[in-house]
């Protein structure tokens, strides 16, 4: 039977309001006449509040899951580049939208809150001597465990003379009654653009799992958000490709009219990533949704805008990987741009395939050819066309080279998601477990990673958190809990708000998520006193964010055998594994 001087109420999703989460200085309490204000305004107005749940209603995600926020002119909103996870609703004033990148300077970046030197010498003797020690009887404490900062902080940051700043760059004023954010926030990517307030305004600020509800409940909100980003994100995100920079507005308008949304594979990918595994390597293959077929005509070109695609050829009857691509990049330019300049009827010569799921954008090639190829610079145009090499990828060079064993694996496995995958190298590792040893004193004295994981030509991937470009973890979590950080995207957990329930855990497809006993100081398990079962929390590796020397597992490492590597640099990750 627990003590009951460790009996306490599990956390709740609502424990802790959206509100709560800014410095005082900054909070708005969010009141019932703030919500009724809000139910009244024409986005949520149009709604019909009989389809949200009664534990999950449109009142109660507007009051806990929102929060008030004023902003001065100037004050940077959303900065591109960065990741959110929220969006906002224009109550009064304005915001400005700025379509081309700032320029910024360190006073305009917030970074993430590090120890001072003296601060990370001193967690070495104020650790807790009992593991996962825990403060859950104060839920308002800023601190999780330890020293690890999670409140989050205002995003808003003022810069000087904006007008000045902003005068030669295309910038879009939105208006009382506007929600911009909410791609970023749903989609849990980087912001596209920068806004700023364009006056002195008042905003909603919505995060993502409130959004995410709305989303799920009202038909009217999910067209709404649909129909903003044809409006006003698809532009943007063709400007930002080099084969559309060259095009007018009016031309754009048209070819935006003209490009299809596609989804293929499910969002929800990992729930069936266990038993597809288990599959061969020709029948994963073969279980994956084809985007476009090798041999078939070039019929338009796809932009990777979410997701993971698999790019294979056929090779002695059987398909092996060539490559994989991730968003931002394209498939069919080389054939479609060769068939019009040359004449040629060139087929596509490879197959591209989703990896789980992957959302791209189609452009048909009649389009292409009658808007895009006519003007676009001679620069742009691919070389004149030969096979593409299969193996490595910089045939003059092989410390630029992965095998197809090694791609096939790590396409296989889904590493290729990471942007922070620990790659140790077994030839050079001792097992004299200083990354471990270093990692628990970085973390009260827990190490937030498992020194084991599949292993391929000498190379294991280690099951630590790989702060996935797409992190599924988040899909699920009732609170927000699990989020990314602003500025750098690691994906981080908040104790305060973690209830325990493992669905991060039970998403992760890589297994790097833990569920762990919270414990007092003396090491006593916490006990919920509904059920008198241990109270967990979900733990992992946070990459070190609060550190002042970055990953302490990989600056630990004395033979040089440890990184922590981006998957999607494939030429870094070839000089790397090469390098022996």
Request: with cysteine; hydrophobic share 35%.
């Amino acid at each position: 039977m627990a003590d009951d001087t460790q009996d306490i109420n599990r956390p709740q999703r609502w424990d802790i309001p959206f509100q709560s989460e800014l410095p005082e200085d900054l909070a708005i309490p969010m009141s019932e006449q703030d919500v009724e204000r809000m139910l009244q305004i024409p986005l949520f107005r149009k709604m019909d509040a009989s389809r949200f749940p009664k534990n999950t209603s449109l009142h109660d995600i507007l009051l806990n899951d929102s929060r008030m926020r004023r902003f001065k002119a100037g004050d940077v909103i959303v900065r591109q580049g960065d990741y959110g996870n929220s969006a906002f609703i224009v109550l009064s004033g304005s915001a400005r939208v700025i379509l081309d990148k700032l320029g910024e300077t360190s006073k305009e970046r917030q970074e993430t809150d590090r120890k001072s030197f003296f601060s990370a010498l001193a967690q070495r003797w104020r650790n807790p001597r009992m593991p996962e020690v825990r403060n859950l009887r104060d839920r308002t404490s800023k601190h999780s465990y330890g020293e690890t900062e999670f409140i989050s902080r205002s995003e808003a940051v003022f810069v000087q003379d904006i007008n000045v700043i902003v005068k030669d760059k295309k910038t879009v004023d939105l208006p009382a009654g506007e929600l911009f954010g909410e791609i970023a926030a749903l989609s849990r990517t980087a912001r596209t653009t920068t806004v700023i307030a364009g006056a002195d305004s008042e905003m909603l600020e919505i995060r993502w799992q409130g959004l995410r509800e709305i989303r799920l409940r009202s038909p009217e909100f999910k067209e709404y958000i649909d129909k903003l980003y044809r409006d006003h994100s698809l532009k943007n995100h063709l400007r930002e490709t080099a084969m559309f920079r060259h095009l007018d507005d009016p031309t754009l308008e048209i070819v935006a009219a003209a490009t299809e949304f596609l989804t293929f594979g499910n969002f929800e990918w990992y729930a069936s990533y266990s038993k597809i595994r288990e599959a061969t390597a020709s029948e994963r293959i073969q279980k994956e949704p084809v985007v476009a077929q090798e041999g078939h005509y070039p019929n338009g070109v796809y932009l990777v805008r979410s997701g993971f695609a698999r790019l294979s050829e056929a090779y002695n009857n059987v398909e092996r990987t060539v490559s994989y691509l991730g968003r931002g990049q394209i498939f069919g330019f080389e054939e479609a741009a060769t068939n019009w300049k040359e004449k040629k009827d060139l087929p596509f010569q490879r197959s591209l395939r989703a990896v789980g799921y992957v959302d791209v954008l189609f452009v048909p090639t009649a389009i292409l050819e009658q808007h895009v190829f006519p003007s676009l610079p001679a620069s742009e145009f691919p070389p004149p066309y030969t096979r593409p090499v299969s193996r490595g990828w910089s045939p003059d060079s092989p410390d630029t080279k992965i095998s197809t064993e090694m791609m096939e694996f790590i396409v296989e496995q889904r590493f290729i998601n990471g942007t922070a995958a620990m790659i140790i190298d077994m030839d050079r590792c001792t097992r004299c477990d200083d990354c471990v040893r270093a990692c628990a004193a970085a973390h009260d004295n827990n190490p937030r990673f498992l020194r084991h994981g599949p292993i391929e030509e000498g190379f294991m991937i280690a099951n630590a958190c790989m702060h996935c470009q797409d992190p599924v973890c988040m899909i699920g979590c009732p609170t927000g809990a699990i989020h990314r950080k602003s500025a750098h995207g690691h994906v981080v957990i908040n104790d305060l708000t973690c209830i325990g329930c493992a669905t991060c855990a039970n998403s992760c497809p890589y297994s790097n998520i833990q569920m762990v006993t919270a414990r007092n100081a003396d090491g006593q398990p916490f006990y919920d006193k509904a059920t008198n079962q241990p109270i967990q929390k979900a733990a992992k590796c946070d990459l070190c964010s609060t550190q002042i020397t970055g990953p302490a597992c990989a600056n630990a490492c004395p033979h040089d055998a440890l990184v922590r590597m981006d998957m999607r640099s494939v030429d870094r990750l070839a000089q790397w594994m090469n390098k022996r």
